[in-house]
C-alpha cells in the first residue's frame, strides 16, 4: 500500500529523517515507535503529504506523491493526532462531518455516515451536538476517529492518538480502537513510544532512532532477537514488558 525509498528530511540543515526505505503491508497495523524525536511524527508527515521530503520518493497504492497527486492522495488517508484536533467552535456532528460537507456529499448518505460510526466507535450519538470543551477526552479522540473516518479512507494514520489520556479511558479506547481496525481491514500506522501498546496493535513495529530504522519485526523479533544494544535498552525501559520476556 505504501512504499517509502530513499526518504530524508531535514531542518535548518539537520537532518531529523531518512535516508528510510520501507514497505507498509496493506489492511495491516504498522505502528511507529521510537524516543522522543526519532522522527515518528515527521514519517507520519511525509505519507500524508503535508511537508515535503528532500530526497526520495513516496508511493501510495503505487501512484507517487507530488504536489499534483498530493490533494487526491491525501483524501485516500484519514489523520487523527492527540486529543483528536476538533475544532472548537463546531460541534462533534460539524467536526465529523466538516469534509463530507465541503465536498458536497448528500445529507441522507452523511447522516447514514454518521450513524454507522457512532456505532462503530461506542459514541453516543446524544453526544453529537456537544461542542468539544463539553466532551471527555476519550469521547473528544472517538470523534477525531469518526472524522478521519467519514470518507471512508483506504489508509488510517494515527499520531499519539491515545498519549493524553488517563489509563482507564485508555484502556477502553485501545480496546475498541483494535476492534474497528480489524473490523473494517484498513491500513493503519500508529505512532507511539509505549511498547506495550506498540504490541497491543502492531502486526509489525519499526522502531526509530535519530531519524533511522533500527528494527522492524514482530514483538517476538524485538524480545527474541533485539539488533543491537539501543533496541535491548529500549525495551528493558518499557515496564509495559515483563522482565521474564526481555533479554
Not at 504490541?199 to 513495529?205: A, E, L, Q, R
Amino acid at each position: 500500500m505504501i512504499q517509502l525509498d530513499n526518504l530524508t528530511k531535514s531542518y535548518a540543515s539537520k537532518r531529523v529523517l531518512g535516508p528510510i526505505d520501507l514497505s507498509i503491508e496493506s489492511a495491516k497495523t504498522t505502528v511507529l515507535i521510537g524516543p522522543s524525536g526519532c522522527g515518528k511524527s515527521t514519517l507520519l508527515r511525509l505519507i500524508l503529504g503535508l511537508i515535503t521530503q528532500d530526497s526520495g520518493e513516496v508511493r501510495i497504492d503505487g501512484c507517487v506523491l507530488s504536489e499534483k497527486t498530493a490533494v487526491s492522495l491525501r483524501r485516500k488517508a484519514g489523520y487523527v493526532i492527540q486529543d483528536g484536533g476538533l475544532f472548537p467552535h463546531l460541534t462533534a456532528y460539524q467536526n465529523i462531518t466538516l469534509m463530507a460537507r465541503h465536498l458536497s456529499f448528500p445529507e441522507a448518505d452523511i447522516k447514514d455516515r454518521v450513524n454507522f460510526l457512532t456505532r462503530l466507535t461506542n459514541f453516543s450519538s446524544d453526544l453529537l451536538y456537544h461542542f468539544p470543551v463539553q466532551l471527555s477526552g476519550g469521547q473528544k479522540q472517538r470523534v477525531g476517529l469518526m472524522r478521519a473516518l467519514m470518507l471512508d479512507p483506504d489508509i488510517l494514520l494515527l499520531d499519539e492518538p491515545l498519549g493524553a489520556l488517563d489509563p482507564l479511558i485508555r484502556y477502553d479506547l485501545q480496546t475498541d480502537l483494535k476492534d474497528v481496525f480489524e473490523r473494517l481491514g484498513k491500513t493503519v500506522i500508529l505512532v507511539t513510544h509505549d511498547m506495550g501498546e506498540a504490541s497491543f496493535f502492531g502486526d509489525t513495529i519499526i522502531l526509530l532512532d535519530c531519524g533511522r530504522v533500527i528494527q522492524k519485526g514482530t514483538t517476538d523479533d524485538f524480545v527474541r532477537h533485539p539488533m543491537n544494544d539501543f533496541v535491548i535498552q529500549f525495551l528493558r525501559a518499557q515496564r509495559t514488558i515483563s522482565d521474564e520476556r526481555l533479554p
